[in-house]
């Protein structure tokens, strides 16, 4: 009778351990510094799916970890390595692209699962077959820059002003140069600037308007952005602007005038202004949380997660797997299920990790962004 006792105690036990415990998902990003408003973002995104779904009755749940990069490769990998010892066993990756490198190159070798929400640089998931990505990865944001730009009409001559040592702008750079042309664009003004020297774009600037560029394409992100608008205010210039996903976060820059970015345009996957139930609720219970409107970056970490438990679920994954095992399984379902999110419908990932869903075009108008299309 007492065995008896002592067996059905510990089934019990098992059981409330299978299904009580939760998925450890970890991610690390700028949380602190010049790129914080990606991090935050993301981080706020994940954080909201999270306790969405905890509160749901439902067999898959989280336990949520960001560490700190900074931004910084070096960081995020010590950051990834607390996350590893944290018991991590799904990855949010890393944010920024330069960080996600080399933090992939750890999923990899650990054969830990990652999704970034953000991290777009190609070489984030070349040759990792475990290591995937929500947003749009920078060849495809060059390619459908200039597509967009030449089937709405928006410019003939176009300048570019790109950041030459941040994989993210060059990645972008690189396809809008290839297929600028084939849209029947000309390029009249190809400037660019590092480290170093991204406080004054008198030079760029100059150049564009010399040449008569009625566009300049800003493959970048929004803190030199910030200032290339008001420096073309000053000097009178005022071309139309086209950004990419990394010019999101601009209007919630501390200390910008919004006014400078009245008119920009760029491509993102996510309009907050969005009717549909699914965008609305998100916007709702974000602004309610975090006191802000979320951008795509929050967005994109809100779906990873969203994503994640979709393809646990159709996995039959549960959380006393190791990171090996769920890994296998996440390949398997990644790479062969549909998802629909608020940053798209009927997502889908290519073997190689890229994401397919459509860019939606978007100009800031009064503060904030409205739909083009």
Same mark, same amino acid.
């Given at each position: 009778m007492k065995k008896t006792l002592i067996c059905a105690v510990l089934v019990l036990a098992m059981a409330a351990s299978a299904f009580g415990a939760s998925f450890k998902i970890g991610g690390t990003g700028p949380l602190t510094g010049g790129a914080a408003i990606y991090g935050n973002a993301a981080k706020n995104g994940a954080e909201l799916a999270v306790e969405e779904i905890n509160a749901m009755d439902g067999t898959v749940k989280f336990e949520i970890r960001y560490e700190d990069d900074t931004h910084d490769a070096e960081k995020a +990998?010590? *950051?990834?390595n607390a996350l590893k010892d944290w018991g991590m066993q799904i990855s949010l990756g890393s944010v920024t692209s330069k960080p996600a490198e080399a933090t992939a190159a750890e999923n990899f070798a650990?054969?830990? @699962?990652? &999704?970034?929400?953000s991290a777009s640089s190609a070489a984030v998931t070349e040759g990792k077959d475990n290591v995937f990505q929500?947003? @749009?990865v920078d060849p495809n944001q060059g390619t459908a820059s200039a597509q967009y730009i *030449?089937?709405?009409g928006l410019a003939k001559k176009v300048a570019v002003i790109w950041k030459n040592d941040d994989v993210y702008s060059k990645g972008v750079y690189d396809t809008f140069m290839e297929n600028a042309p084939k849209q029947g &664009?000309? +390029?009249?003004s190809d400037t660019a600037f590092a480290d170093g020297n991204d406080t004054d774009f008198s030079v760029q600037l100059t150049d564009a308007q010399t040449k008569g560029a009625e566009l300049v394409f800003l493959p970048m992100y929004y803190q030199p952005a910030s200032l290339i608008l008001a420096q073309a205010q000053a000097m009178g210039y005022a071309p139309k602007w086209f950004g990419i996903d990394g010019m999101d976060g601009i209007l919630t820059m501390e200390g910008f005038d919004k006014s400078l970015a009245e008119g920009v345009m760029l491509l993102t996957p996510f309009n907050a202004d969005a009717t549909d139930a699914k965008t609305k609720s998100f916007v709702a219970k974000y602004q309610e949380k975090f006191g802000e409107v979320p951008n795509q970056f929050a967005a994109d970490g809100y779906d990873c997660v969203y994503a994640y438990k979709e393809a646990l679920e159709l996995a039959k994954a549960t959380p006393d797997m190791s990171a090996e095992e769920i890994c296998a399984k996440m390949i398997e379902q990644f790479t062969t299920m549909t998802f629909n999110g608020v940053t798209g419908e009927n997502v889908?990932? *290519? *073997?190689n990790g890229e994401v397919s869903k459509d860019p939606k075009g978007m100009v800031i108008k009064n503060g904030a962004y409205v739909g083009l299309d």
């Amino acid at each position: 009778m007492k065995k008896t006792l002592i067996c059905a105690v510990l089934v019990l036990a098992m059981a409330a351990s299978a299904f009580g415990a939760s998925f450890k998902i970890g991610g690390t990003g700028p949380l602190t510094g010049g790129a914080a408003i990606y991090g935050n973002a993301a981080k706020n995104g994940a954080e909201l799916a999270v306790e969405e779904i905890n509160a749901m009755d439902g067999t898959v749940k989280f336990e949520i970890r960001y560490e700190d990069d900074t931004h910084d490769a070096e960081k995020a +990998v010590n *950051a990834y390595n607390a996350l590893k010892d944290w018991g991590m066993q799904i990855s949010l990756g890393s944010v920024t692209s330069k960080p996600a490198e080399a933090t992939a190159a750890e999923n990899f070798a650990d054969r830990i @699962f990652a &999704l970034t929400p953000s991290a777009s640089s190609a070489a984030v998931t070349e040759g990792k077959d475990n290591v995937f990505q929500m947003c @749009f990865v920078d060849p495809n944001q060059g390619t459908a820059s200039a597509q967009y730009i *030449a089937s709405k009409g928006l410019a003939k001559k176009v300048a570019v002003i790109w950041k030459n040592d941040d994989v993210y702008s060059k990645g972008v750079y690189d396809t809008f140069m290839e297929n600028a042309p084939k849209q029947g &664009l000309e +390029v009249v003004s190809d400037t660019a600037f590092a480290d170093g020297n991204d406080t004054d774009f008198s030079v760029q600037l100059t150049d564009a308007q010399t040449k008569g560029a009625e566009l300049v394409f800003l493959p970048m992100y929004y803190q030199p952005a910030s200032l290339i608008l008001a420096q073309a205010q000053a000097m009178g210039y005022a071309p139309k602007w086209f950004g990419i996903d990394g010019m999101d976060g601009i209007l919630t820059m501390e200390g910008f005038d919004k006014s400078l970015a009245e008119g920009v345009m760029l491509l993102t996957p996510f309009n907050a202004d969005a009717t549909d139930a699914k965008t609305k609720s998100f916007v709702a219970k974000y602004q309610e949380k975090f006191g802000e409107v979320p951008n795509q970056f929050a967005a994109d970490g809100y779906d990873c997660v969203y994503a994640y438990k979709e393809a646990l679920e159709l996995a039959k994954a549960t959380p006393d797997m190791s990171a090996e095992e769920i890994c296998a399984k996440m390949i398997e379902q990644f790479t062969t299920m549909t998802f629909n999110g608020v940053t798209g419908e009927n997502v889908k990932w *290519a *073997a190689n990790g890229e994401v397919s869903k459509d860019p939606k075009g978007m100009v800031i108008k009064n503060g904030a962004y409205v739909g083009l299309d």
